[in-house]
């Protein structure tokens, strides 16, 4: 069975920093592409960073640049997001995803075959 779970979410303060997990199972990390997204509450899902299947890592919102940083461990079938900098509009539930796209130099971001349930971050004093 194919599944996703993030984890590593939880409460912080401003300006504090938190490592997410996503954990694959069923699948090789490699014969996928895998993003992290986000949803505050009340707004549209974003996407935020992506590793395409040959392990070249894009960034797709410029809030978290140079904040957000992504990772990949193949042997793990782990994928990380490290948090710094944390600010209360990062607040939300964070989802990992993956494509089995054909394409190992691109991410689909709007075409991602597989979710996560999602961890909630929330960033607050």
């Known amino acids: 069975q194919l599944q996703l779970v993030e984890s590593g979410g939880g409460l912080v303060q401003p300006g504090g920093s938190l490592r997410l997990s996503c954990a694959a199972s069923g699948f090789n990390l490699e014969d996928y592409a895998v993003a992290w997204f986000r949803q505050a509450a009340g707004k549209e899902r974003e996407g935020m960073l992506c590793v395409t299947k040959n392990g070249h890592i894009d960034n797709y919102l410029y809030s978290v640049e140079g904040r957000f940083t992504m990772s990949r461990d193949i042997a793990k079938k782990m994928v990380f997001l490290q948090m710094d900098s944390l600010r209360p509009e990062d607040t939300g539930t964070y989802y990992c995803?993956?494509?089995?796209?054909?394409?190992?130099?691109?991410?689909?971001?709007?075409?991602?075959?597989?979710w996560g349930k999602g961890t909630l971050v929330t960033v607050s004093s």
């Open positions: 995803a993956a494509s089995q796209t054909r394409n190992p130099y691109v991410c689909p971001m709007t075409k991602m075959d597989l």
